[in-house]
């Protein structure tokens, strides 16, 4: 927050995304309230809601700044062979989980599960958002299988990053997540996949 002379205190916007987009990714959206983010960014709510529309506003804007910190997971490309290629997603998804400044966990995953009848069209964007990894992974994918088969191996990995980010946000280490990703790899190389 910074005070101009003469004038109202003004804040820095890309700094005000970063603050609630670790709030956001620590707590869920239905976990961060109004005064938390105000107090959080030291900004009175008329001031958020000029900035930003609402809070589901600054939650979008949050989710965008989350996305740009690594880029998409499940943007591979197809290595030379698929047991490769789901490893390096697992790998990726595994470095997203651990963040090094201290958040665990995927904010896309884990943010907003439930939320409250006031909230669905936030849900439903996110749910569009994993629908969206399901389908890039499948095509992935589809270099090396039919598309029945490679869809249905993508529901199978997103569920496993969805259970990685879950660990990961109840404390397994790297370590513990990559022999997750082991034990995948061995399961799908086992039925013949790669």
Known sequence: ??????????FDRDEAIDI??????????E??????????????????????????????EALERYFGL??????IKPTT??????????HKAIDAVIDPAGER???????????????????RELAERRNTMREMIAETLGHWLDPERALSLARY??????????QARDGASRQELRQVSDEVIAGLKARGFG
């Open 1 to 10: 927050m910074k005070t101009r002379r003469g004038g109202p205190r003004t």
């Open 20 to 29: 609630a987009m670790r709030l956001f990714w620590r707590h869920g959206y």
């Open 31 to 60: 976990g961060v309230s109004l005064n938390d983010l105000t107090a959080a960014i030291g900004i009175a709510p008329p001031s958020l809601y000029s900035a930003f529309g609402s809070k589901a506003g600054l939650y979008r």
């Open 70 to 75: 690594r880029g998409p997971v499940w943007d």
């Open 81 to 90: 062979t698929l047991h490769e290629t789901i490893e390096t997603l697992l």
């Open 105 to 123: 966990g995927c904010m896309i995953s884990s943010g907003m599960i439930q939320c409250g009848p006031d909230h669905t069209e936030l849900a």
């Open 157 to 166: 990995l997103v569920a496993v990053l969805q259970g990685l980010s879950i």
